[in-house]
């Protein structure tokens, strides 16, 4: 068979110098084209935190996202169902509107949601977190808040001087988070277990359940991410 030829099929060998620098420079386009692409599917498919409003219409779940025009179906792809079980303890099933922040995708018009960050009963569309809020928690007897991200952690007290502390990355050991602080005045370590906390102040349910100490003085609470 002769060279250059198999099966068939006729190859020819085109000299690196006749070929164009443009066809050069569309292959190396179409090339980072379809990365990107494939790049931006691989980030959509991640779970993601989204804020909206939730409510039962019929046997369906519709959730509008804050500050949007546009509805979803919720779809619940959780390994045990408790995403639709934690909605339902809130009042979900018994016709009760919600604000809630739920990590899931989009995937045609609906929200596959794996987990929740928090739910509250009439409650409004919240600022999302940024690089200057990573966690809030919140408790009572005595009430408490709590911001943590940026450069500070602020614990709240009624009745008591604010707490301002340097803020560091939280540290996460499996299903336990913590953080420890201290100034000339003040020492406060926090553990955020992950998991499911209660709050019928708040009127609210929140991923993770919060243990503050401060000088000595126990604070318990709910927590959830932002």
Same mark, same amino acid.
């Given at each position: 068979?002769?060279?250059?030829?198999?099966?068939?099929?006729?190859?020819? *060998?085109?000299?690196?110098?006749?070929?164009?620098?443009?066809?050069?420079?569309?292959? *190396?386009?179409?090339? %980072?084209?379809?990365?990107?692409?494939?790049?931006?599917?691989?980030?959509?498919?991640?779970?993601?935190?989204?804020?909206?409003?939730? *409510?039962?219409?019929?046997?369906?779940?519709?959730?509008?996202?804050?500050?949007?025009?546009?509805?979803?179906?919720?779809?619940?792809?959780?390994?045990?169902?408790?995403?639709?079980?934690?909605?339902?303890?809130?009042?979900?099933?018994? !016709?009760?509107?919600?604000?809630?922040?739920?990590?899931?995708?989009?995937?045609?018009?609906?929200?596959?949601?794996?987990?929740?960050?928090?739910? *509250?009963?009439? !409650?409004?569309?919240?600022?999302?977190?940024?690089? %200057?809020?990573?966690?809030?928690?919140?408790?009572?007897?005595?009430?408490?808040?709590?911001?943590?991200?940026?450069?500070?952690?602020?614990?709240?007290?009624?009745?008591?001087?604010?707490?301002?502390?340097?803020?560091?990355?939280?540290?996460?050991? !499996?299903?336990?988070?913590?953080?420890?602080?201290?100034?000339?005045?003040?020492?406060?370590?926090?553990?955020?277990?992950?998991?499911?906390?209660?709050?019928?102040?708040?009127?609210?349910?929140?991923?993770?359940?919060?243990?503050?100490?401060?000088?000595?003085?126990?604070?318990? !609470?709910? %927590?959830?991410?932002?």
């Amino acid at each position: 068979m002769p060279a250059g030829q198999h099966a068939g099929v006729v190859f020819f *060998r085109i000299p690196r110098h006749e070929i164009s620098p443009h066809v050069c420079c569309i292959g *190396r386009h179409l090339l %980072a084209t379809v990365l990107h692409a494939e790049e931006t599917r691989l980030l959509n498919s991640l779970p993601k935190m989204v804020y909206g409003m939730l *409510r039962q219409q019929g046997d369906r779940l519709m959730f509008a996202p804050c500050h949007e025009r546009s509805t979803a179906i919720v779809e619940d792809v959780s390994v045990d169902g408790s995403v639709i079980s934690i909605l339902n303890s809130v009042g979900l099933a018994a !016709g009760k509107r919600l604000y809630v922040e739920l990590l899931g995708v989009f995937d045609n018009g609906t929200l596959k949601a794996s987990a929740v960050n928090m739910a *509250r009963v009439e !409650g409004r569309c919240q600022m999302q977190g940024s690089k %200057a809020e990573s966690w809030r928690a919140a408790g009572n007897d005595p009430a408490w808040a709590l911001v943590a991200g940026g450069e500070f952690v602020q614990l709240r007290r009624y009745g008591n001087p604010e707490v301002v502390l340097p803020y560091k990355e939280f540290r996460t050991e !499996g299903k336990v988070t913590r953080y420890d602080g201290a100034n000339e005045s003040y020492k406060l370590s926090v553990r955020l277990d992950r998991l499911l906390c209660r709050d019928a102040d708040m009127k609210g349910v929140f991923a993770w359940t919060a243990t503050l100490d401060l000088n000595g003085q126990v604070l318990k !609470g709910c %927590a959830w991410t932002r």
